[in-house]
């Protein structure tokens, strides 16, 4: 380990154990799970990279703060507690919680959607909250700047609005049918890519000219501010927090999963700068969906670990080691000569499947076949971000063709060490000296809504 990358700054105090298997029993747990790395058991997972969501690793101090929560069904403690830590952090005068980033959005979204042919606009919705925007009846249009699109090319911020579009699309479907602008920070969908300070500045203008409201989509937004301030001229001497606190001033809401910066395994918020009404009726709809105000499908102890993991997650330390963590993995792959999206964002590594295996047509899934070819190197489990998630187009039924085709190497916070992306490092270059070999899948059985979860492959 030289110099470059940060060592952890914590010492493990508890352990789970992980099983290993042979690369024969991976071919048959592989076979077995119809070729759908979704369908494996944990159980049969080395190293698990699915996702950074509710799969990070809570601190002592997290722990120890579960023991005092609670459990109230209203006005609880933890409640209070959990609120003047978010209201600390981004200055609003409303907050709620709620069971998971995908409840803000249930609760949130339908509240802006006043009549037929509305538009949401965001650097890239993720797709929950596309999901939820087109379930309240609206359409989802993403604005992000072009070149995240080149992932060869270095850029600092690569998961910026392209202001010009954003304005345009704004004058083109009339403001009066833009429901609100979502800030997605950092951008999941470009690759964790941060959004700078300045592009949030001008955003929120745009948004203020127009009068639309301006909605943070914050479940990284540490990383996002860690990135302004390596990368953005001014921030260097700022603290995290800071940084934090400017970019919740630039947006009139936040809708948070706070499974990843809140560094918890489960839990939501929504919080609301100083629009009484909108609170009002998000409270009014959370009741039905997700709970009493003070708890929102939260218990009290969840609360409170969620209130002591934000301001960990703000801390410079943590976040230097959690993204050299990434960068690290994504060097040893570039250095090999693997294509990844460069330069890596904030939560994985994303490489690139259509450079990688061209052989491999896109309605045959070549980011599929990357995948399980991991799998069964060494049992690390990644996830395919390419045609298959993107599904069939609905009028004519064909299989779109994804702009790229990746694979995302997904890092937890706290949980795993640079040994274990060592072991994921050399797996992922033997797959690429073989990569020649790789073949792509067809259905066994497809799915027809959200297929990449539940569908079934034949190889070819
Ligand atoms: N917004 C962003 C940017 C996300 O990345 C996610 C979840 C959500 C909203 C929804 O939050 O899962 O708590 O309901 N992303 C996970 C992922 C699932 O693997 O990237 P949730």
């Given amino acids: 380990m030289n110099k470059k990358y940060m060592a952890e700054p914590y010492r493990i ?19 077995n799970a119809g070729y759908n790395p979704f369908s494996l058991r944990s159980d049969d997972v080395y190293i698990d990279l699915l996702t950074d969501s509710g799969t990070g690793a809570m601190s002592q101090e997290q722990w120890g703060a579960m023991m005092i929560g609670d459990e109230a069904y209203a006005g609880s403690r933890s409640f209070y507690r959990l609120e003047s830590v978010v209201k600390n952090i981004t200055g609003y005068k409303y907050f709620m919680p709620v069971h998971q980033g995908r409840g803000a959005e ?50 600092p911020f690569k998961g910026n609005f392209d202001l ?39 955003v929120h203008k745009i948004a203020k000219k127009y009068g639309i409201m301006n909605i943070i989509d914050g479940a990284r937004y540490a990383e996002n501010s860690f990135f302004i301030k390596e990368r953005e001229k001014g921030y260097q001497d700022k603290d995290i927090i800071d940084i934090a606190r400017e970019t919740y ?100 590594v994303f490489v690139d499947c259509k450079a990688l295996a061209p052989q491999i047509p896109y309605d045959q899934f070549p980011s599929l076949a990357v995948t399980n070819a991991l799998y069964v190197e060494a049992g690390v489990r990644a996830v395919e971000i390419g045609s298959l998630l993107l599904g069939r187009d609905p009028d004519t039924n064909k299989n779109i063709e994804a702009k790229l085709e990746l694979m995302r190497l997904t890092i937890p916070r706290r949980v795993y060490t640079y040994n274990h992306l060592d072991v994921v490092a050399d797996a992922m270059i033997h797959v690429f000296e073989h990569r020649h070999e790789l073949k792509g899948y067809a259905f066994d059985y497809e799915s027809p809504i959200l297929r990449h979860f539940t569908s079934t492959f034949k190889p070819l």
């Fill in 106 to 155: 249930q609760v949130f979204l339908p509240q802006l959607v006043t009549h037929k042919g509305m538009y949401y606009l965001s650097n890239i919705h993720f797709d929950t909250t596309r999901a939820h925007v087109e379930l309240a009846g609206a359409r989802a249009l993403d604005c992000v700047t072009e070149c995240c699109y080149d992932l060869k090319n270095y850029h």
């Fill in 164 to 202: 010009e579009l954003l304005e345009k699309t704004i004058l083109e479907k009339g403001k009066e049918n833009i429901c609100g602008i979502i800030m997605t920070i950092t951008n999941n969908s470009a690759g964790g890519q941060p959004v700078s300070m300045e592009n949030m500045r001008e």
């Fill in 249 to 348: 001033s630039y947006a009139d809401a936040l809708l948070m999963s706070a499974k990843k910066d809140g560094l918890v395994n489960m839990g939501g918020i929504i919080a609301i700068r100083d629009d009484k009404c909108l609170f009002d009726k998000c409270r009014t709809r959370a009741v039905a969906y997700e709970g009493f105000p003070t708890y929102g499908g939260l218990n009290g102890r969840d609360m409170d670990a969620l209130a002591v993991g934000l301001m960990e997650a703000l801390d410079e330390n943590y976040l230097r080691h959690r993204i050299d963590q990434v960068r690290y993995l994504g060097d040893r792959l570039m250095e090999a000569g693997i294509p990844i999206q460069y330069p890596v964002g904030g939560h994985a």
């Fill in 13 to 31: 105090k508890m352990v789970e154990s992980i099983r290993q298997t042979t690369k024969e029993e991976r071919i048959t747990l592989l076979k």
